[in-house]
C-alpha cells in the first residue's frame, strides 16, 4: 500500500505495567517489517495509577512518535477510542488494548487484507487465554450480534482491529458502540473481513471489565440494528408498529362488534374492548410519531449521502465549455 501512515491507538486504564513493555513490541514488529511512518496514541481513560506518568516519560522519549491523550475521568473504551481515532493523522488506524493480550506482531497480517481490497479487518481470537466466565458470555454475545446483524464475525469484542480511515470519519463512537463499528461500516458498504490472532494470557494487572458490560453491549446492539435499518426512514419502523397495533386493536373490536350483533352479552364491560380501543389510539400515536420523524429526517442536513459514496469521477472539458460561451455571446 503506497504512501501508508499507520496510527496505532491504545485506550488505557490502570495499565502502568504494561504501557512500555507494549510500546517496545510494537516497535520492534515495525522495525522487523521495515515501517517507519506510524505514531502511537496512548490513550488514558482516567487512570488512578502511574499511567500517564509512564505514558509521559515514554513522549519525551519518543516525541516524534507517541501522543498522549489524557480525559479527565474514567469514561469508557468507546469515548477513549473516539478522542485517539481524532487525533490520529494516519491512513491506516489500528486499535488494540494496552493489557498485552493482543500481539502487535500480528500487524502485517492486517495489512496484507487492508492491500486486497478490505477496509476494516477485525482480529479473531479463537483460542482465548481468559478464563470461562469470560469466554462463554463472550461467545454467546457474539453469536447473537452475527445473527441479528448479519455480519458474520466471530470475535466483535476483539480489541485488535485494522480500519482505513475513511472508515471512522464516517462513523460516531460513543456509548459502548467500539465493538460494533463493524456492524456500522458494513451498513455502509464498507468490506470488512477477519483474521486469527494469537492471544496472550494477562500477566500483569486485572480485567476492567465485568458482566455488565454484556447489558450496556446488549441495549447498545438495539441502537445499532435501530440506525442501521431505520435511521434514514424512521416512518417505517413507526408505521410498521402503527399497523401492527392497529391490526389487534381491529380484531379485538371486531370480534367484539360479532358478538354485539350475535346479542350473546353486552361489549362495552369487557377488558377486550378497551384492549381495542387502546391499541387504535396507540397505532394513530405511532403513526403520527412515524410522519413526523420522516419530516424532520428530511429536513436534517447531514452527510449520509457522502458516507455512501465510494468513488467519484468528472472529466471537466473546459475548453470545449469556453468554446461553446464564445459561439453563444
Known sequence: ?????????????????????????????????????????????????????????????????????????????????????????????????????????EVPKFLEKLESGYDLVSGWRKHRNDPFSKTLPSKLFN???SILTGVKLHDFNCGLKAYKKEVLDCI??????????????????????????RHHRRKQGKSKYGLERYTRGFIDLLTVLATTHYLHKPGHLFGSLGLLFGAMGMTSLGYLIVLWFMEIRPIGTRPLFLFGILCIILSVQLISLGILAELITRNVDDDYVDQQICEVLEIKEEGRRKKEEERII
Open 1 to 105: 500500500m503506497k504512501s501508508t501512515y499507520l496510527s496505532f491507538v491504545i485506550p488505557v486504564y490502570n495499565e502502568e505495567a504494561t504501557i512500555k513493555p507494549l510500546f517496545e513490541r510494537i516497535l520492534d514488529v515495525m522495525n522487523l517489517a521495515e515501517i517507519n511512518s506510524y505514531e502511537i496514541i496512548f490513550v488514558d481513560d482516567g487512570s488512578s495509577d502511574r499511567s500517564w506518568i509512564e505514558i509521559n516519560e515514554l513522549i519525551k522519549k519518543y516525541p516524534q512518535k507517541i501522543k498522549g491523550i489524557r480525559l479527565r475521568r474514567n469514561f469508557g473504551k468507546s469515548s477513549a477510542l473516539s478522542a485517539g481515532f481524532k487525533k490520529a493523522t494516519g491512513n491506516i488506524i489500528f486499535t488494540l488494548d494496552a493489557d498485552l493480550q493482543d500481539d502487535p506482531a
Open 143 to 145: 453469536g447473537v450480534t
Open 172 to 197: 460516531k463512537v460513543y456509548g459502548e458502540l467500539h465493538r460494533y463499528i463493524p456492524v456500522l461500516a458494513h451498513s455502509l458498504g464498507f468490506k470488512i473481513t477477519e483474521v486469527t490472532v
